[in-house]
């Protein structure tokens, strides 16, 4: 039998449909559909059959998919032990994606631990948008994903999150800029131009739900994915942005803006998702203690799926 199709319709399976796989596999629906077939001929029985759009399995595919799920979830905790158990003067490789929403400043706090391990550690850091780096945890390729998010329920992936801690929000700007923002906060951005995180930011929702309760109608000048982005026009003086009031004194000092105001009304939260339920790896026990007992120590971690 070949592995790699049992591994196309397994991933199709756990997917639920041909072109998700496709995407996660970087394959033409085509491939999968032709590599399932020669699986079947393989196997002698049909693994799916067709209802309208969907594809549902059939009982030798239901039989088939529980020796899959067995045959990859033991694989894949192989390799992972042997990669966190590596030889003598071979260094533990670290495989971690950070959303596109995550603040860099964040990012680079919460890794920096797993760069004093008592071994020698090789990150290999990736940044995507949130349900990409899912699915790459999700295949293993993966270690950790650092979001400001937990797992979207849309999403059929097993991962566990582990959050982190969470911070207020304060309100920075170029003092160019502090200067014609008159009055009270949160008043006293009424009319000032606005930088504001994308819409796939965890924190846009909130931001605009307390703008609405404050009544403030906001002048929005440009919004950005990237927060560092973000933060080199406020440096230079484009508009007021927002970010984690933890960072504050590192953002007032890095970009030489000041804090127009602060509130613990907005939240921001991040999260360490893994495929472990119990942390083991050595790299994200590492992070997320730093993260828990330093930079979020006022917070509450806890666990969930």
Not at 159 to 178: D, E, I, P
Not at 214 to 234: C, H, Q, T, W, Y
Request: charged residues 25%.
């Amino acid at each position: 039998m070949n592995y790699k199709h049992l591994h196309y319709f397994w991933r199709v399976a756990k997917l639920g449909g041909i072109a998700r796989a496709s995407e996660e596999l970087h394959l033409t629906p085509q491939t999968i559909s032709g590599q399932i077939k020669l699986l079947e001929d393989d196997l002698g029985a049909p693994l799916f059959a067709k209802r309208g759009r969907t594809l549902e399995l059939t009982d030798a595919g239901r039989v088939a998919l529980g020796y899959a799920q067995d045959i990859f979830v033991l694989g894949a905790e192989l390799h992972d032990s042997v990669r966190t158990h590596p030889g003598a003067g071979r260094p533990l490789e670290f495989r971690v994606g950070v959303a596109d929403s995550v603040p860099r400043s964040i990012a680079y706090r919460l890794l920096e631990p797993a760069t004093r391990m008592p071994k020698p550690v090789r990150i290999v850091c990736r940044g995507w948008k949130l349900d990409s780096l899912l699915s790459e945890l999700a295949a293993h390729r993966l270690d950790l994903v650092i979001s400001d998010a937990p797992i979207p329920r849309s999403m059929s992936v097993r991962a566990y999150n582990h959050r982190l801690g969470k911070s207020g929000v304060s309100f920075f700007a170029a003092a160019s800029l502090v200067k014609n923002c008159k009055g009270k906060f949160p008043a006293r951005l009424v009319g000032a131009p606005m930088l504001l995180p994308g819409e796939d930011s965890a924190v846009r929702p909130q931001l605009d739900r307390w703008c609405e309760a404050n009544s403030l109608p906001l002048r929005i000048v440009a919004e950005f994915d990237d927060s560092a982005l973000m933060k080199a026009f406020g440096r230079r003086g484009r508009g007021v942005f927002i970010g984690p009031t933890v960072l504050e004194s590192e953002i007032t000092a890095q970009y030489g803006v000041r804090v127009l105001g602060r509130t613990e009304e907005i939240v921001e939260e991040f999260f360490a998702i893994s495929i472990e339920r119990r942390i083991t790896h050595p790299c994200v026990v590492a992070i997320t203690q730093a993260a828990r007992d330093g930079l979020f120590a006022s917070g509450n971690p806890t666990e969930s799926r």
